[in-house]
Every structure is written in structure tokens, then in C-alpha cells.
């Protein structure tokens, strides 16, 4: 069974830093692109950033390009992001999800979701 656990939300100030990260298990996320997806209440859900199955490629949304890094350790199947300079919109809950095919970037079919860590920035 494929399990995607998020940690390292919780409540910060306008301009701190916050890193997540989701820890997969049952599956071997070396072979599938991963992103980060956010909603925010009364919002449509939002593709945050994406990696490739190597980590060589990403794609970030524009309300977070610059302030977000998405990065991966197939070694220890941990996806990761680094987010700088947050803003009260950033506020959301943040998931984690894996691509549903292996060696697709950006397929936007996305099989297994994490249950989500709130991210709350305050100003």
C-alpha cells in the first residue's frame, strides 16, 4: 500500500520560512514525478511545484517562483520543499502527490495524495 505522510507545517509570520516534507512509502518515487499541490479554503486547488522523477526538471507556479524550492532524495524517498519569504497567501493545505505513471513529467494524473499539513502564515 502507497502511503505520502506531509510534515513540517504549522502557523509562522509574513516572511518566514517554512520546509515540508513527504515521506513515501510502498512505493519507490525514483521512477515518478512528484508535486506539491495546495488549497486554500474557498479556493481552487493549486499546483505549487513539480519535480521529475530525477529531481533534473521542476515547474513552480508563479505566485511562488523564487520563494519555493522543490527538491527530492530518491535515496530515501523524501520529497521535499523549501519555502522562503512566505505571505498570508500561501496559506493553504499542502499535499503531496505522485504522478500515477513512471518516467512522466507534469501528466497531471496524480494516483496518491498525501492527507495534507496546514501551512497558516500571519501578517
Known amino acids: 500500500q502507497v502511503q505520502l505522510v506531509e510534515s513540517g507545517g504549522g502557523s509562522v509570520r509574513t516572511g518566514d520560512s517554512l520546509r515540508l516534507s513527504c515521506a513515501v512509502s510502498?512505493?519507490?518515487?525514483?521512477?515518478?514525478?512528484m508535486a506539491w499541490i495546495r488549497q486554500a479554503r474557498g479556493k481552487e486547488r493549486e499546483l505549487v511545484a513539480a519535480?521529475?522523477?530525477?529531481?533534473?526538471?521542476?515547474k513552480y507556479a508563479d505566485t511562488v517562483k523564487g520563494r519555493f524550492t522543490i527538491t527530492r532524495d530518491n535515496a530515501n524517498n523524501v520529497m521535499y520543499l523549501q519555502m522562503n519569504a512566505l505571505r498570508p497567501e500561501d496559506t493553504a493545505v499542502y499535499h503531496c502527490?505522485?504522478?500515477?505513471?513512471?518516467?512522466?513529467?507534469?501528466?497531471?494524473?496524480?494516483?496518491?495524495w498525501g492527507r495534507g499539513t496546514q501551512v497558516t502564515v500571519s501578517s
Open positions: 502527490v505522485s504522478e500515477n505513471r513512471p518516467g512522466v513529467f507534469l501528466g497531471g494524473q496524480y494516483d496518491y
Open positions: 510502498g512505493r519507490f518515487i525514483s521512477s515518478y514525478s
Open positions: 519535480t521529475s522523477w530525477t529531481g533534473k526538471d521542476t
